[in-house]
């Protein structure tokens, strides 16, 4: 199994141009959610979604989307960048019956200039 | 107050120390308590989870949660260089919604 992964690596973006991070899993996870990690700040939710169809807000939703039509991936829009949101993001899934325990890809360093 | 502290540090020991790792949470109805230890450029991956109260050991690895003081700890024994990461205590406050600490990060000297 390859886990969680996620496409790209890295990216720099200019302001106001937009692009989708990726992100598949395929250990059949419900579950599955974006973070972005900056220092001193810890994890912080972007959206996440419990199954096929549907997704919520998480902590910082503003200037992202997500939709969710697979099970297995779970693409996360950056609509106009800023470089507010020069960061690191992750992808994570986690299963019903442990939605605790979440597995993370290993990341998308964004730098928006 | 935010609803989980935690100390960025960074620490460092020589090896084979005993390392403590700690956080301090607001809420007392939490009860999933996790570790997730994170390597320079990688994704977190989950070390140890607690529910409730009480101990928990694998191998060298001990998570502590105390709720009547609100505190949560990681003991780490016989440290070794690879143990050298960022530690981040998580807790799982339901609704599939979960907060991390900042993340603490440690260095083990050979």
């Known amino acids: 199994n390859a886990g969680v992964t996620q496409t790209p690596k890295f990216q720099v973006l200019k302001t106001g141009q937009s692009m989708t991070l990726q992100c598949a899993q395929d250990?059949?996870?419900?579950?599955m959610s974006w973070y972005r990690q900056d220092p001193g700040m810890g994890l912080r939710l972007i959206h996440y979604?419990?199954?096929?169809?549907?997704?919520d807000q998480g902590e910082v939703p503003n200037g992202y989307n997500v939709s969710r039509s697979t099970t297995e991936d779970f693409p996360l829009r950056l609509l106009s960048a800023a470089p507010s949101q020069t960061s690191v993001y992750f992808c994570?899934?986690?299963?019903?019956?442990?939605?605790?325990?979440?597995?993370f890809g290993p990341g998308t360093r964004l730098t928006v200039t | 107050q935010k609803e989980v502290e935690q100390d960025p540090g960074p620490l460092s020991v020589p090896e084979g120390a005993i390392v403590s790792l700690n956080c301090t949470y607001s809420?007392?109805?939490?009860?999933?308590f996790m570790w997730y230890r994170q390597y320079s450029r990688k994704g977190p991956e989950l070390l140890m989870y607690?529910?409730?109260?009480g101990n928990k050991e694998d191998g060298r690895f001990t998570a502590q949660v105390d709720k009547s003081s609100k505190y949560i700890s990681l003991f780490i024994r016989d440290s070794q260089p690879s143990d050298s990461a960022t530690y981040l205590c998580?807790?799982?406050?339901?609704?599939?919604?979960?907060?991390f600490g900042a993340g603490t990060r440690l260095f083990v000297k050979a």
């Open positions: 994570a899934s986690s299963g019903q019956g442990a939605s605790y325990e979440q597995y």
């Open positions: 250990m059949n996870h419900e579950y």
């Open positions: 979604s419990v199954g096929a169809g549907i997704t």
């Open positions: 809420n007392s109805a939490f009860q999933y």
């Open positions: 607690t529910y409730s109260s």
């Open positions: 998580a807790i799982y406050t339901g609704g599939f919604k979960t907060i």
